[in-house]
């Protein structure tokens, strides 16, 4: 069940595809989400910061503060506009303590939603990384390319047999039972070539209760591109420890 939900607020003016796509969460299952925003203070060494006068530092430090808060407006607006319950948070961090903080945070919520690393532009690889591997919850990370909100009529599972494939399906279980279809993909690899790993998709939907699926496997090959996957129609990632 998913009821709470904290996304991660980017500072760009232009979009913010993780924050849109959590709210349209929160309409799905009729959840709160909670908006982090974080207001950075300059992480240079010690001896660089001696020679940077105090003028610089606080004019740096106010207008990383002005830029969070502008997110929290346009999120608290977006909320309002959808109807969904919803709070924000301005913490002040220094950069690399922002995602052992958020990471701690989201121990709290059912679901964390993280904008993708952008080419050339944000990254939040640390981010992610950290709170996939901390905060003990699913993630899910939205493409930096991503215009709709959640859908739910075609949805892809990875199954590779681990503990850790079994527990993501697990954690996305609030999702899948309302998916028009779903699709369980295997790489054939030595691993998932062991009968005991390979679970066919009817099985799947017995373990998944309600979900009905359907089984695909796809050839392995030793280097697999990424960038299709950020024009696939398929729902976004769900990426689990």
Not at 58 to 68: H, N, V, W
Not at 136 to 154: A, T
Not at 155 to 167: E, L, P, T
Request: hydrophobic share 45%.
């Amino acid at each position: 069940m998913i009821k709470d939900i904290i996304v991660n607020l980017e500072h760009k003016i232009t979009r913010d595809p993780a924050r849109n796509f959590a709210i349209t969460i929160a309409e799905t299952f009729d959840a709160h989400v909670a908006g982090i925003a974080f207001a950075y203070a300059p992480d240079f060494p010690g001896y660089v910061m001696l020679e940077i006068p105090p003028v610089i530092l606080a004019q740096m430090i106010a207008e990383s503060e002005k830029a969070a808060l502008a997110a929290i407006e346009r999120f608290e607006a977006a909320a309002r506009c959808s109807l969904v319950s919803a709070e924000h948070r301005l913490i002040k961090a220094i950069g690399p303590g922002a995602p052992v903080i958020l990471s701690t945070l989201a121990r709290r919520f059912d679901l964390g939603v993280f904008m993708q690393s952008e080419p050339d532009g944000v990254d939040n690889d640390d981010m992610i990384e950290t709170s996939l591997f901390e905060s003990g919850r699913p993630l899910i990370v939205v493409p930096y390319i991503q215009k709709d909100g959640l859908k739910l009529d075609h949805v892809v599972c990875g199954w590779d047999g681990s503990r850790a494939a079994a527990r993501a399906i697990n954690d996305a279980l609030p999702l899948l039972v309302k998916a028009t279809t779903v699709d369980l993909l295997i790489v054939l690899n030595e691993k998932t070539r062991n009968e005991k790993n390979e679970i066919r998709g009817a099985e799947m939907a017995s373990i998944s209760h309600a979900m009905t699926s359907r089984s695909r496997s796809k050839p392995f090959r030793p280097q697999i591109s990424t960038s299709p996957m950020l024009s696939c129609p398929m729902s976004p990632t769900m990426r689990e420890c």
